[in-house]
C-alpha cells in the first residue's frame, strides 16, 4: 500500500523514503537532504589568506511525536521543516 501511495504522491519520481521507529510520548526526528558548506569570508593578512567557511543544512527535516491511545489508536504530530538553497554569491 505504502509504495502505491508514494507511487501517486511523486507521479513515479521517488527521491527517498526513510523509516523511523519512535517510541510512545519520546519525539523521533530524521533528515532527508545534504549539508552545503560555503566560505562565510577571506582574510588577507601579512600570515597569509584565511578562509572562513560555514555550513547549512539543506532539504527535508521531519519531527515525529506519537501517542498510542488506550483504544489501540494512534495520534501523531508531524511538524515538517524544509530549507531550499535559493542561489549563490560572489
Known amino acids: 500500500i505504502s ?13 527517498a523514503r526513510p523509516n523511523a521507529f ?3 510520548g519520546r519525539q523521533g526526528e ?3 537532504g ?9 582574510t588577507n593578512s601579512q600570515n597569509g589568506i584565511t578562509v572562513t567557511t ?3 543544512p539543506v532539504g527535508v527535516r521531519l519531527s515525529v ?6 483504544d489501540g489508536n494512534l ?3 508531524l511538524r515538517p521543516r524544509m530549507t531550499i538553497l535559493k542561489g ?3
Request: proline fraction near 0%.
Open 3 to 15: 509504495a502505491s501511495l508514494d507511487k501517486l504522491a511523486t507521479k513515479g519520481k521517488l527521491i
Open 22 to 24: 519512535v517510541q510512545d
Open 30 to 32: 530524521m533528515f532527508v
Open 34 to 42: 545534504d549539508v552545503v558548506r560555503y566560505v562565510q569570508s577571506i
Open 54 to 56: 560555514g555550513e547549512v
Open 65 to 70: 511525536l506519537v501517542r498510542c491511545g488506550g
Open 75 to 77: 495520534t501523531l504530530d
Open 88 to 90: 549563490f554569491t560572489d
